[in-house]
């Protein structure tokens, strides 16, 4: 009796295990994103999430790259070099993280090949043929979306989509304004927003894909290399725990079929997910804007 009890007990947690909700971290803007805090440095704010990284068990975690910044602050290299040190992969973000819908699909894709020599430097063995398109900014045309999506096939690469987000680039200035402060009062309130901000946002998101696919698909997360995402990512991860999600990486999300389907509207913004659901005429659950409380804080 003891035994079959022990295998039932056994057989429940595997089931809750295979229907745990997966998502997989994403970070753009590499080697440098938002304002610098007092007291740190690009390159411990990486190792800071690298180490949250490892602690946690997390899987290949991909970043995206600016190359840009390297013209500006040759120093942040290092953030690059740490990152696939810690056998992080690293994916296109542009060079110059140029808004698609403002220029060209020609001008749009040398940007993307400008920032492939660094790429190939610093990304080590990994698949760097991921593009995240910055702003999540498709094109305002649908020929020039459909000619990227053309290009990026002929170039052997991904679309890193996303289809989680809750704006953490939002709360990087605010947190340099409380460090610069002293303001610990400030800092707590930043911290209860941000976790309050990504909780707020995993019902709707799950809502939404219930929606427009009838259930849920493994998740992308857009999150930032700035100095807050730190600074909170390891209560971050809990957080996500807590509801029930496991981590799988980029790659393993986006081998689910609903990454293969192309809305093929345009101006084309947002998340894959929510282009599908303007396509079909399908209401986009609000989320709650945070811009004005975080404007407020440590002001």
């Given at each position: ?81 740490a ?12 060079f ?71 704006g ?18 400030g ?10 901000a ?47 999600f ?30 599908l ?23």
């Open positions: 009796m003891r035994l079959r009890a022990t295998l039932l007990v056994l057989a429940v947690t595997l089931a809750a295990r295979g229907h745990a909700q997966q998502i997989a971290f994403t970070f753009d803007d590499l080697p440098s994103h938002g304002p610098l805090p007092a007291g740190d440095t690009r390159l411990q704010i990486a190792q800071s999430i690298l180490a949250t990284l490892k602690q946690q068990h997390m899987p290949p975690t991909y970043g995206f790259v600016n190359g840009i910044h390297l013209t500006t602050d040759p120093s942040s290299a290092e953030v690059l070099k990152w696939t040190a810690a056998g992080q992969p690293l994916g296109n973000h542009t110059a993280h140029v808004d698609l819908n403002s220029i060209t699909a020609e001008a749009f894709e040398q940007d993307i090949e400008k920032n492939e020599p660094i790429l190939k430097q610093y990304a080590g063995n990994s698949d760097w043929h991921w593009l995240r398109f910055p702003f999540l900014h498709e094109g305002d045309t649908r020929e020039k979306r459909r000619a990227i999506r053309s290009w990026l096939s002929a170039h052997n690469y991904k679309i890193a989509e996303v289809n989680m987000s809750f953490d680039y939002l709360w990087n200035p605010p947190y340099a304004r409380c460090v610069a402060k002293h303001d610990d009062a800092i707590r309130q930043l911290h209860d927003l941000y976790l309050a990504a909780d707020d946002a995993i019902a709707p998101t799950r809502a939404l894909s219930k929606e427009v696919y009838g259930r849920d698909i493994p998740y992308v997360l857009l999150m930032h290399i700035g100095a807050f995402d730190a600074h909170m990512l390891p209560e971050l991860i809990a957080l996500y725990r807590s509801r029930g496991t981590f799988v990486s980029l790659p393993e999300a986006e081998r689910y079929p609903a990454y293969s389907d192309d809305a093929d509207i345009a101006p084309a913004g947002g998340t894959e997910l929510d282009q659901a303007i396509k079909r005429k399908l209401p986009i659950p609000p989320q709650h804007n945070y811009s004005r409380q975080l404007d407020a804080i440590c002001q």
